[in-house]
């Protein structure tokens, strides 16, 4: 990254907009149309039934510690920073996506939430706090050590919620869209857990406008038998499944959220 990539000025009258104008053309999602904003996105992440469901799986979220990881353009992080917690980490490694949260931050007043620039994987080995809930959507099949993952999350909270897409054995040798991005069904053993995964390398990388992959080459899909005993295999056997997509265009994809019991 250049040290000075914005070398212009906003002459205009200082006001919100602006603040989400410094990335015009270059946002996905887009913010509720009720608060007078606009990015120009097309995704409605800000006002996604996903966290809806986990509200409502996970209960009051006042006063609670939150972890979310990788928040893109802060869409979730927006919508639970309205539940009133008293902190929400965010965690975001993509240097444009963490911008833009912060952009987010500052039009829509997020005072609870911190978002941090860097990698999740270096900061949850190590992690000694504990928080109320682990919000991980979108993350653990772009993950190249999902199991590594599924531990850590599990360790630094008693409640998780995952979004994410899953390997399905039938659909990825069937479906040409998904058979042509994976390997062959592989088979893994993590701290004694036997699971399988699909392995994909990425065709983009983050020097592309619109990636939203994970920081290594390549990421494991964990079936959703491998997702479900590993949460179990970590402590977490209170499950609530949620909406399951299994045609999703982009592959199986499904809701859990899991509690420690
Ligand atoms: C597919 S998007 C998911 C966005 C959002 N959480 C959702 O569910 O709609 C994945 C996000 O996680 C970020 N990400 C992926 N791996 C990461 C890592 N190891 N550390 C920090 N951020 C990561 C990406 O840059 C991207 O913003």
Not at 41 to 63: P, T
Not at 118 to 129: A, I, K
Not at 209 to 235: N, P
Request: hydrophobic share 35%; proline share 5%; glycine share 8%.
């Amino acid at each position: 990254m250049e040290t000075n990539e914005f070398r212009e000025f906003c002459r205009a009258r200082p006001d919100k907009q602006n603040i989400l104008d410094v990335f015009k053309g270059k946002w996905i999602c887009e913010v509720p149309v009720d608060s007078g904003l606009s990015t120009g996105g097309k995704v409605h992440a800000f006002e996604d039934f996903r966290i809806e469901w986990l509200m409502d799986a996970y209960g009051e979220a006042d006063g609670k510690s939150i972890l979310e990881l990788g928040p893109f353009e802060g869409g979730h992080a927006y919508m639970l920073s309205k539940l009133d917690p008293s902190l929400i980490i965010s965690i975001e490694a993509n240097v444009s996506c963490f911008l833009k949260c912060l952009c987010i931050k500052e039009a829509f007043d997020l005072g609870n939430v911190e978002f941090r620039l860097g990698d999740f994987n270096e900061y949850l080995p190590n992690c000694d706090r504990r928080f109320d809930l682990v919000v991980a959507s979108g993350v653990l099949y772009h993950s190249s050590d999902p199991m590594a993952l599924l531990e850590s999350v599990c360790r630094v909270s008693d409640n998780l919620f995952i979004w994410t897409h899953y390997a399905d054995p039938d659909r990825m040798q069937t479906n040409p869209n998904l058979k042509k991005k994976f390997g062959p069904l592989q088979g893994g053993s993590f701290r004694g857990l036997d699971y399988e995964f699909f392995e994909q390398t990425y065709q983009y990388g983050v020097t592309d406008e619109e990636f939203c992959g994970g920081t290594g080459k390549t990421s494991r899909w964990l079936t959703k038998d491998a997702i479900v005993s590993a949460l179990r295999h970590f402590g977490h056997k209170e499950l609530r499944y949620g909406p399951d997509d299994a045609n999703h265009p982009n592959g199986p994809s499904t809701c859990l959220f899991s509690r420690r019991s």
